[in-house]
């Protein structure tokens, strides 16, 4: 097995333009991109193998690995990591892959509710689950994530307020992007208690749990306890913490086997699709096989996130902030520098910086950005020197 420091993964910066990605193409190539959440990093090599396998064999038939169907393949690989990660017994018939996980919060909220219900969503939030409530024309219900001087949290007085006789689904995200949060086990059994009592079913997108910090333990929410259990849907997917989006393939687990037929009963099995033979076998080999690549790059990020952390309180103490417990992702508060335009683009003009602009996570926080910190030292570095520079020269 390779040992940590043998395994590289940085690329420099002109190997990362020449890719045919959305994070290197999408602005002018003078402008660093620190938006979409891709890591600017190799991928391990066996997901690299797996996948070199199918293409030398020219093997894009109809599959089938040893008996099974790779989305078999993929559940038990899936059930295993949780069992072996957190503890979590699933059974891999409840888990369902498909292609991604975005279409994995539309069927559930299609399933669990009708139009005119209500839906729980934190805000800020990953945009496209504001998408799936809105579009599905659920009611979207807004919790804020209030900073409370040191963490992000939200309110259960706050959350009781919020819901009526007609919410249905509380859409959870934990690891929570873009604020990082790591949800507490008491957090969580709240949370749980309350959607008990109060007859919700909780999508829970759990797609950065990979990507906790030391000091920091991610409880999948499901494993607190069966009776939960029976009203979680658990969203994951290798895609994040393994550097593979563009392979499309991510799993849906649900909680017990009535949850999982009324889901069937308005959502046919057929309509989920399938995920393509290259991305389950390269999750299957990122689940069973990427381990040390995932440590090596969790040491690198564990480094950027401080450096992250080290060089903006010391530079632009007017950007707040808080260290995220997981993700690669940073949410930077910028109102106190008094921008005259939105964050995003006041760095995009002066910086030369694409972050992710903060009013698509949350409309009312035009002054904040989402930073994506995946990536070499030297670019990270680059990144952080220009917002310096632009931060201080609008100080002028
Ligand atoms: C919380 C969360 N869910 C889902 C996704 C996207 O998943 P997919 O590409 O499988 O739709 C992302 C991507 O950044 C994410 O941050």
């Known amino acids: 097995m390779n040992s940590r420091e043998t395994i590289s ?15 290197w193409n999408q602005y002018d190539a003078d402008v660093l991109p620190a938006f979409v959440a891709d890591m600017d990093f190799a991928v391990a090599a066996p997901i690299q193998a797996a996948i070199e396998r199918i293409v030398r064999d020219g093997d894009y038939g109809y599959p089938l690995r040893d008996g099974q169907k790779p989305d078999r393949l993929v559940a038990s690989a899936f059930a295993n990591r949780m069992q072996s990660r957190y503890g979590w017994e699933l059974s891999p018939d409840l888990v369902l892959p498909l292609a991604d996980l975005v279409q994995g919060t539309y069927a559930p909220i299609l399933a669990f509710s009708d139009p005119g219900d209500g839906v729980v969503l934190q805000v800020p939030n990953y945009p496209p689950f504001r998408d799936a409530i809105s579009t599905t024309e659920r009611r979207l219900l807004t919790l804020p994530m209030r900073d409370d001087g040191t963490r992000y949290v939200f309110d259960m007085d706050e959350l009781k307020a919020l819901v009526d006789q007609r919410t249905r ?74 550097n593979i989006p563009g392979l499309r393939c991510a799993v849906i687990a649900f909680g017990s086997e009535d949850l999982r037929k009324r889901f069937h009963s308005r959502i046919p099995l057929r309509l989920t699709g399938q995920a393509n033979v290259i991305g389950a076998d390269a999750t299957v080999a990122a689940w069973t096989e990427g381990q040390p690549w995932l440590d090596a790059v969790m040491d690198h990020l564990h480094k950027a996130r401080n450096r992250v952390v080290d060089v903006l309180a010391a530079e632009v103490p007017e950007i707040r902030f808080h260290a995220p417990e997981a993700t690669y992702l940073t949410w930077l508060d910028c109102r106190e520098l008094r921008l005259s335009s939105a964050a995003h683009q006041f760095f995009l003009n002066n910086a030369r910086i694409g972050f992710s602009a903060g009013e698509t996570f949350d409309p009312g926080s035009p002054q904040f950005v989402r930073l994506n910190f995946a990536t070499s030292m030297p670019i990270l570095d680059e990144i952080l020197d220009r917002i310096i520079v632009a931060a201080r020269r609008n100080d002028r």
């Open 169 to 242: 689904i509380f859409v959870l995200c934990n690891p929570q992007n873009p604020t990082g949060r790591v949800f507490s086990r008491d957090e969580l059994l709240a949370l749980a208690t309350f959607a008990i009592d109060h007859d919700l079913i909780v999508i829970s997108d759990e797609i950065h749990s990979d990507l906790v910090y030391p000091g920091y333990q991610h409880i999948p929410f499901a494993s607190l306890g069966p009776e939960i259990a029976a009203r979680t849907v658990t969203l994951n997917s290798a895609t994040k913490s393994f």
């Open 9 to 23: 993964f940085e690329l420099s910066q002109p190997a990362l333009q020449a890719r045919r990605n959305a994070k």
